[in-house]
């Protein structure tokens, strides 16, 4: 497996204790997310949106198209930790997901367009709350309970992953 390409920031490391910097600092990675998404992609032909960014990986399409689920379900989880006493959240197969037609074939800018919204409202969101707020939970079925300061790391974590995948297939294959 080629680790720096699955991985080119490093895997994902949870945060600690709850901290308003941080907090910050990744609310404002969030609002981040569609820009540098956007340009990660821009001027890509149709052959290149369809090349994996790794050996057995994802195409860079089906990557757009996984930021854009990812970060709805967690933007709806945020909304469920804060309205609902620990729900219990669906988790989806994301690899499954990926291989639906729509995934492997729909132009990205539909993608790309449901990443601006979902982020629109998620800063705002983020931005509206309060320190107590982050300590609201929800159930993930195989990883347990999350606070939202653990998601918020998590999600802001998701786009800059997915978005560096992109960016380190453009160096390799000189497409910059």
Same mark, same amino acid.
């Given at each position: 497996?080629?680790? @720096? @390409?699955?991985?080119?920031i ?9 901290? /308003?910097?941080q ?16 340009? /990660? ?9 369809? =090349? ?5 990986g994802?195409?860079?399409r089906?990557?757009? *198209?996984h %930021? @854009? ?8 989880r ?29 132009p990205?800018? %539909?993608s ?8 629109a409202?998620?800063? &705002?969101?983020i931005?509206?709350? =309060?320190?107590e ?15 939202l300061?653990?998601? &918020?790391?998590?999600? @802001?974590? *998701?786009?800059?992953?997915? %978005?560096?995948q ?9 497409? %910059?």
């Open positions: 497996m080629d680790t @720096a @390409a699955q991985y080119p490093g895997k994902f490391t949870a945060p600690g204790e709850i901290n /308003a910097e907090i910050k600092e990744w609310g404002r990675v969030i609002g981040q997310i569609p820009a540098q998404l956007r340009k /990660a992609v821009q001027g890509l032909t149709q052959e290149q949106l369809n =090349t994996p960014y790794r050996h057995k994802w195409t860079v089906q990557v757009v *198209h %930021i @854009a689920d990812g970060q709805l379900n967690g933007y709806v945020f909304r469920l930790a804060l309205t609902e006493e620990q729900p219990t959240i669906k988790p989806f197969q994301e690899e499954k997901w990926a291989e639906l037609q729509d995934a492997r074939t729909a990205i800018d %539909i790309l367009n449901l990443v601006d919204a979902i982020h409202r998620w800063e &705002l969101l931005n509206s709350l =309060t320190m707020d982050f300590q609201q939970t929800y159930i993930h079925p195989e990883n347990g309970s999350t606070t300061f653990e998601a &918020l790391s998590l999600y @802001a974590y *998701h786009g800059h992953h997915h %978005i560096a992109i960016k380190s297939l453009r160096e390799r294959m000189g497409w %910059i």
